[in-house]
Every structure is written in structure tokens, then in C-alpha cells.
């Protein structure tokens, strides 16, 4: 299993965009930027609604669960902050209440061969500092 | 059909050496290849009157200057000294073919007559994407905390997207790394001139970001290559054969920053570029006799043939396969080796060959044949381009 004990990762730096879905994380909470005009979720947030153009858009909340849209498997040390860890799971989580948004995360808790595009995973809450919380992933039944 | 179809020519092509370490300032680079491409049309330096570059550095955490890691159109300025300078640009939205794109409409719009297009890229000293650092600010603050560091993972995760997708298997690209190999051993002006590379070689090279392996990536290299642009009855009077820009596309997807592993934004990128490429030239994808597509990661091709509408969706490592993409099958591809065998160049290395083998000039490596010549420029997601060079102009 990747070991991500001596990683440091780089801390989130929120934005005025960003800053509802890191207040959230920090309560343990996934939120995600969703249009008011016509209903579509979308991450990483924007300037609009990437469907209508609208700009009447709102972090609401969804569930912590999804599937693995995409992933791939870190060897190279390049990135010294993470080469402890490798290799290791980068991955693209699609979830269930949001299709569409990507978001990036890492597999959690198994090891890394265990991602495979389509593996059912569920949120996990990974404090970064006081600040900072990261939504990461791990296997899940649901 | 777009109707100044033909009206601009590709006429004479330049290279520097490409090396893997930065011994000489990227201006030196610049300079032999744009003196080149001048020599190669027979023209002298004073008869240029247009510049055009994209001079972005894509290696992270490097400092930009000007003549050493870059080299802008303000710094090609001031080298040349040009007495007759009546247009210059640098581009943005797209990567290197959306300076030959600009030059192509400086030259229509009769803004200047001799426009020169280069590419310099520089290789850093150290790891190429130098992450140093412990904040993620801008779109970065969704990616870089997981460990995506570079424009390699990006790709990765589509790729794994698309093979799981399709049940496919990235054995399969090993042919591509193989064939483009073989090709780039007729180009003396490439890297890996020399070096061959096998099948045994593919599958036992160290992995990088799954599914990419080490020849699955481009190596960075410090060199540049240049081209003139002219139009079509002037290209008639030069030196070399003109080869006929029939038609070119821009993607017209963008995909908002930091959203990656998104395989149908590459799709859409690719797609609609593509489209305006076969409208303004007339053409089809089975009308071409030989393809340049993008390789710096190699599952920027399948995204390519693909989008392009060279195969179906989810059958481009299939369609590579038993000879098609050799200089004598049906489409052969990569004809000058691809970044996989030129070194980290960018696109313009694609829009130069795909303007020799329109041209016949294209030595040993020559395609028989050849009237439409196909290129996809760089990766279709981010800043792609397609053109279509001819070698007769109607
Ligand atoms: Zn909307």
C-alpha cells in the first residue's frame, strides 16, 4: 500500500470561487457549485454555469459517493513531495448526485492496483491543517 | 469549401540540432533554424517580413527568459535586425499552429509576403516539472494536493479511462512506439536518429504514470524548428516545392481549468477542429494518403484518429495495428517519427512534415503518392489545430 506518511502535499490556496467547497470540506461536507437556473452541479467551479451561462450558481450539497471515472498510477519521482509514496493512485471521481464533475483525489485505505475505471468509492475526510481539508477516497459497497 | 483554399504555401523548412542539455542559449537554436528555413526557399534574411511564434515553456518551475528558456517574437526581433519587418505576432489560445494559422492571415490580408513561423523549445536543467512549493493556488488547488504534478497524469487519466472503457489493452500502443521508431530512423534531424527501439524494449522500459511508459512520453529536448509561409504564386518562384494549405481547423471546446480525466473534451477538441479542417478543404479522412498527429504522450494519436474521424471511437489501437501506419500502408503516420522520435518540439514538427510529404520532399521517407497530407498539431483538448497541406492545388 502507498505509503503517504512522509508526503507533503501542497496546501489548497481557496479563492472567492472556491472558498464554499473548502469551508465545507473543513466540516466534513462535500459541497459543490450548482446552477440555480438550471439545476446542472459542476467542479472545479466557474465563473458561470458551464451548461446555460447562468451566474446565478450555489454551493449545495451532495453525497460522498460516486464512481471512478478515471486514474492512473504514479511511478515517476520527479515531484519530491510525493515520491515517498509512489507508486500511487491518482484518481477522477465521478459522483452519483453530480455527473459530469471530476473531481481529483487519491485511493485511500487499498492498494493502488485496486483502482479500475468503474470501482464504486465513497468520501473520506483527510485534515490538512487547520484550514484545510481534502475530500480523498476509499473503497466502498455502496 | 474555404476560398482561400491552396492560396497559402509552406515553401522552405528549417531545423537547429536538437540536445538533450541546454548547451548553447535557445536563441542560437532559433536562429539556425529560422536561417535555414530562409536558405531552404532560396530566400534571403531581408525578404522576410513577417514573424510569428508560440514561445510558451510547458515545463513547470522554470524561470522564462527571453533568448535562454524562450524565445519571443520581440527577442527574434531584435537578433534579426529584419529591414523590411511589417508584421509580427505571438499566439495564445492555440499552441504552435495557431501561429501558422496567424501567419496564414497576415499573408492573405496582404499584411506581409514572407512570413517565418519557428518553435523553440528549451530543456531545463533538473526534473522538467519542478514542483517545488507547499501551496496550490488557481485551478491547481483541485489537482496538485493528489499528486497530479504534469500535463502527463492529466493525459494518463484518460487514457486509463478510455482502455477500461473500451476493454482494451496499452500492449497494444506498443506498436505505435515501435513504428514511429522505425520512421524517425529516416530523419537525421531527430533525437532518436540512431537509436532504434523494439517491441522488448517497449514492454521492459520503466513505467511513468500509468498507463505511460517511458516511450510512451516524449524526451525533452533543446532545439527549434522553423518554417516560411508565402502565398501560393509566390511559393511558385521559390526554391523548393510548394506544399498547398488546403484548409485549417481550431478546437472549439475548452474545458475548464483544472477539470481533467474528461476523455469526451478530448473528443470534442478534436472533433471540432477537424470538422472546419474537412469543410474548408473539400476532403475526408479517406482521402488522405499520410497523417502527422500529435504524440508528445502517445495516447494524444488515439485521441487523434479518433476525433479526427480516422477510426471509430474505442478502436484507435486496433487500427494501428498490422502495418497500417508503416511509410507503406494505409495511413502511415508519424512519418517524420513523431515528438516520440524528434524530441520535444511541439506541433510544428507535425506541420513541417506534413508539408514535406505534401511537397515530395521528404527524402527516404517519402510516401508514395502523396496529394493530402494531414496534420493534427498538438493534443486536441487543450490547444489544438488541423491543417491540410496538398500537393496539387485545386
Ligand atoms: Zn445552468
Redesign the pocket.
Known amino acids: 500500500m502507498s505509503d503517504w506518511s512522509k508526503v507533503t502535499r501542497p496546501i489548497p490556496v481557496p479563492n472567492e470561487w472556491t472558498r464554499p467547497f473548502w469551508a465545507a470540506a473543513k466540516r466534513n461536507a462535500l459541497e459543490l457549485q450548482r446552477?440555480q437556473?438550471?439545476?446542472?452541479f459542476q467542479h472545479p467551479p466557474f465563473a458561470t454555469?458551464t451548461?446555460?451561462?447562468?451566474i446565478d450558481l450555489k454551493f449545495e450539497p451532495v453525497r460522498g459517493v460516486g464512481t471512478i471515472y478515471a486514474y492512473t498510477i504514479m511511478y515517476h519521482t520527479g515531484d519530491k513531495r510525493f515520491a515517498s509514496a509512489v507508486p500511487y493512485a491518482s484518481i477522477v471521481v465521478e459522483l452519483d448526485d453530480a455527473p459530469g464533475a471530476l473531481m481529483a483525489g487519491n485511493l485511500l485505505g487499498a492498494e493502488y492496483t485496486e483502482a479500475k475505471v468503474g470501482r464504486r468509492v465513497e468520501v473520506v475526510f483527510e485534515p490538512l491543517n487547520d484550514d484545510i481539508t481534502l475530500p480523498q477516497w476509499r473503497l466502498a459497497n455502496v | 469549401m474555404w476560398e482561400n483554399r491552396c492560396k497559402v504555401a509552406i515553401s522552405g523548412v528549417g531545423y537547429s540540432k536538437a540536445t538533450r542539455s541546454a548547451d548553447i542559449p535557445l536563441a542560437a537554436h532559433a536562429l539556425e533554424a529560422v536561417r535555414g528555413a530562409v536558405a531552404d526557399s532560396g530566400l534571403r534574411m531581408e525578404d522576410i517580413d513577417g514573424l510569428a511564434t508560440y514561445p510558451e515553456l510547458p515545463a513547470t518551475g522554470h524561470a522564462e527568459v527571453d533568448g535562454i528558456s524562450v524565445v519571443s517574437v520581440n527577442c527574434m526581433m531584435a537578433m534579426l535586425k529584419l529591414p523590411n519587418l511589417t508584421w509580427h505576432i505571438q499566439v495564445g489560445t492555440t499552441n504552435i499552429g495557431g501561429a501558422v494559422q496567424q501567419a496564414t492571415n497576415a499573408l492573405l490580408a496582404g499584411v506581409c509576403k514572407y512570413a517565418v513561423v519557428w518553435r523553440a523549445m528549451h530543456n531545463p536543467s533538473g526534473t522538467y516539472q519542478n514542483l517545488p512549493g507547499n501551496m496550490a493556488a488557481g485551478a491547481t488547488q483541485f489537482t496538485g494536493p493528489f499528486g497530479f504534478g504534469g500535463p502527463g497524469q492529466g493525459m494518463a487519466v484518460a487514457y486509463t479511462r478510455w482502455l477500461e472503457k473500451n476493454n482494451q489493452t496499452r500492449d497494444k500502443m506498443a506498436t505505435l512506439a515501435v513504428t514511429q521508431r522505425k520512421h524517425t530512423q529516416h530523419n537525421p534531424h531527430a533525437y532518436f536518429y540512431g537509436t532504434p527501439l523494439t517491441r522488448e524494449d517497449y514492454f521492459a522500459s520503466r513505467m511513468v504514470a500509468y498507463p505511460f511508459c517511458l516511450f510512451d512520453c516524449d524526451i525533452p529536448v533543446q532545439g527549434a524548428v522553423a518554417v516560411v509561409l508565402t502565398l501560393a504564386d509566390r511559393a511558385r518562384d521559390l526554391k523548393p516545392a510548394p506544399a498547398y494549405l488546403a484548409g485549417y481547423g481550431q478546437r472549439l471546446h475548452f474545458e475548464t481549468a483544472g477539470r481533467i480525466g474528461s476523455l469526451s473534451s478530448y473528443m470534442e477538441g478534436g472533433s471540432s477542429s477537424a470538422k472546419l479542417t474537412w469543410e474548408r478543404s473539400g476532403f475526408t479522412p479517406k482521402d488522405v494518403d499520410v497523417a502527422q498527429i500529435y504524440d508528445g504522450f502517445s495516447a494524444s494519436v488515439i485521441y487523434g484518429l479518433e476525433s479526427y474521424g480516422f477510426c471509430k471511437e474505442g478502436e484507435a489501437l486496433d487500427f494501428i495495428q498490422d502495418g497500417r501506419i508503416e511509410l507503406d500502408g494505409d495511413l502511415p503516420l508519424n512519418t517524420f517519427g513523431g515528438s516520440l522520435g524528434t524530441g520535444r518540439i511541439h506541433g510544428l514538427w507535425h506541420i513541417i512534415e506534413g508539408a514535406l510529404q505534401a511537397s515530395g520532399r521528404a527524402g527516404s521517407r517519402q510516401v508514395k503518392d502523396v496529394n493530402v497530407s494531414f496534420v493534427g498539431a498538438s493534443a486536441p483538448i487543450v490547444t489544438g489545430t488541423t491543417f491540410i497541406f496538398v500537393r496539387e492545388p485545386y
Open positions: 446552477c437556473s438550471c439545476g446542472h454555469c451548461q446555460c451561462i447562468s
